[in-house]
């Protein structure tokens, strides 16, 4: 679990061996032509989806492995984007519906690259190096080690209903269950971030966060 979302991001490919700061620009520089490119230029669009694409693929991270992390993105997604339509009626409400997925789905792409191609202590110092508040560096640190925690949760939530099932559930007791799963894990997300914090006041945490300097660790 704890290379979920960054699995071949000590890979020893081309875009791996770029400075990090490389892959900082270039990631943000794909971000911001995928939510720059109006939806009305197709093919400017389909352009910058080929150079996502080659990036992956220069980076040797598998297409089987993007898709998958794309299943778990694309639904919630969906919801956000399907509430345009219904309030807004006409072609332009499925025309926002339509840019957000996209540029929502290209976004998400490059993001799922740089954190494949730069592991994510990597991404945090050259943050830090860019004067990024400690705040922010903070939450990034904290979600990221965390994150797994709750989807080994999450899992254990899934094997334990799996086991009270005797039969093949219908599609809407799927969904309905689902829905209950989400809103239990919520709940001790919450409940486990309280006591999280508790014992990080307990052990000095002042709001700060303290960095090891990796030139500094590596010299005799």
Known sequence: MSDYLDRFGRGQSLCHRWPPLAKLFVAVTMILAATCAPISRGPLVGIVACVIFFAHTLARIPLAYVARRMLFFWP???????????????EKG??????????????????????????FDQLLATLRRLRVPDVLLAILSLMYRFLFVLWD?????????SARLFRKPSLWATWRSAAHLVGRLLIRALDRADRIHGAMLARGWDGRSRWIDPRREDRP
């Not at 949760?153 to 209903?161: K, N, S, W």
């Open 153 to 161: 949760e999450l899992d254990r939530m899934r094997t334990a209903r």
């Open 94 to 119: 499925w025309l926002l519906f339509v840019t957000i997925v996209v540029r929502g789905t290209l976004s998400f792409s490059t993001a799922l690259w740089l954190v494949n191609v730069m592991p």
């Open 76 to 90: 919630p997604l969906f919801l956000m984007a399907i509430s345009l339509p219904l309030s807004q009626a006409g």
